[in-house]
């Protein structure tokens, strides 16, 4: 490693050896790090780097740079940590690709479904990173599968809040991850999975049909198969919807990060046909606190309306009267078994549409559109939210009239609003 210091920027120089990497990490407010590959070859996630060309990260990055060969990286700008790791488990994680790889292979000859591959494990051990090396490595090689977050509190599909699945057919770029052009997105409001669990069971298996379905209708998804990243909650009700999202989405391959009880666990539930393995975490993954969690949130609820520094949105502010709109939530008080309709279950008021009427209650949420036509009972069925989402930044209910602030996609249609109180918005400021 080489170092240059002027008056402005601090320049640093790297060889690293093949199968190692260079990683490093932006705490500081406001600061950038420039990076570019000198020689030879290198890729940050499974995404490969241009030679020359200069990639810019801000606040809050944390980065590794691999390479399979050897390469020269330069650094331009103050990091808070950086160092050379010469063990990790990326020849594991190819290994991984290279099994999924033979199964879609096999999946080919035989006309059927390609692998669908789960990967799990508690917090902070790097699954949102492994299904996105997967991901580019299949896209590199011609695949072209689907993408399903599971993740609550990550958002990398929408925002915070919300599951989803998105078709990916090019390799994710590096400072702002894989095209975001028309996911489908099923609202749940909260941050955990705890918070309805009968609510994301419901959702989960929505979107699983939804997904079986899409894959039919398209040969080359159908075989190149499907990566769902799950979120970190893994005891108790959380290794029952792992089972749950398992069985939902026919999964053929489970991989297990860096939790050997979760494996034996799994081994001893899931039917033998499914394959699943353990996994070593990164080295370089980190542990996050809650603030920092709280703060990726608001950063990424932030994009969903204004966009990247790269690419820039201009969200619209506009009066509704309430007389246009429906506006619910999901999930009512529980009532005893006496009180309960004959046939009616005690969750199912876990479920239940409670119309809303405008109170100061509502105002800096995120509400999910419903374009549905149907009946209110029907609706939580069918609460795909085509990537609409908004804010009610005033309520002057004298006026009857309701200001909100919506997405650049949003502007002609007289929709229902799905309100799942849970999770505060920071786009307004």
């Not at 010469?86 to 790889?101: D, F, G, Q, R, V």
């Not at 990916?168 to 705890?194: C, M, N, W």
């Not at 190149?224 to 398992?246: D, F, M, P, R």
């Amino acid at each position: 490693m080489s170092t240059s210091d002027d008056k402005r920027t601090l320049v640093q120089e790297f060889k690293l050896d093949p199968d190692s990497e260079l990683r490093f990490e932006i705490e500081s407010k406001n600061e950038k790090v420039y990076l570019v590959l000198k020689s030879g070859s290198a890729e940050v996630f499974g995404t490969e780097l241009v030679k020359g060309k200069s990639y810019e990260f801000a606040s809050g990055a944390k980065v590794a740079v691999f390479t399979w060969q050897g390469c020269t990286l330069e650094l331009k700008g103050k990091t808070d940590v950086h160092y050379v790791a010469k063990e990790t488990p990326m020849i594991m994680y190819s290994n991984c690709h290279a099994a999924l790889e033979l199964m879609r292979v096999s999946a080919e000859k035989d006309n059927v479904k390609g692998p669908v591959t789960m990967v799990v494990g508690p917090c902070d051990v790097g699954k949102s990173t492994l299904c996105r090396i997967l991901l580019n490595y299949a896209v590199r090689m011609g695949r072209r599968p689907l993408f399903v977050d599971l993740d609550l509190g990550q958002g990398q599909i929408s925002v915070p809040g919300t599951i989803g699945a998105l078709l990916v057919e090019r390799p994710a770029s590096i400072d702002e991850g894989f095209s975001q052009e028309a996911p489908l997105v099923y609202h749940f409001g909260h941050k955990t999975p705890g918070a309805n669990p009968a609510l994301f069971s419901m959702i989960i298996t929505q979107l699983a049909n939804t997904v079986k379905e899409r894959i039919e209708v398209n040969k080359k998804t159908k075989m190149s198969g499907v990566i769902i990243n799950s979120c970190g909650w893994i005891k108790g009700i959380g290794y029952k919807q792992l089972l749950h999202t398992a069985i939902a989405f026919e999964v053929d391959v489970i991989l297990v990060l860096d939790q050997e009880r979760l494996y034996n666990e799994l081994v001893r539930d899931i039917p033998n046909f499914v394959k699943v393995v353990l996994l070593p975490k990164s080295g370089g993954v980190v542990e996050r606190s809650k603030s920092a969690r709280s703060e990726a949130r608001d950063q990424r609820i932030r994009e969903y309306f204004y966009g990247t520094p790269k690419n820039s949105l201009y969200p619209h502010s506009f009066d509704i009267k309430w007389s246009e709109v429906k506006i619910y939530k999901i999930g009512a008080p529980a009532l005893p078994d006496s009180c309960l309709p004959l046939g009616m279950k005690a969750e199912d008021h876990l479920t239940k549409l409670v119309q809303l009427t405008p109170n100061a209650g509502l105002l800096h949420h995120l509400f999910a559109v419903s374009f549905s036509e149907k009946d209110d009972d029907e609706i939580i069925n069918s609460h795909g939210i085509e990537n609409a989402i908004v804010v009610i930044e005033e309520i002057p209910v004298v006026y009857n009239v309701v200001d909100t602030k919506v997405p650049e996609l949003w502007k002609k249609y007289k929709p229902t609003l799905v309100i799942h109180v849970g999770v505060s918005s920071e786009a307004r400021k």
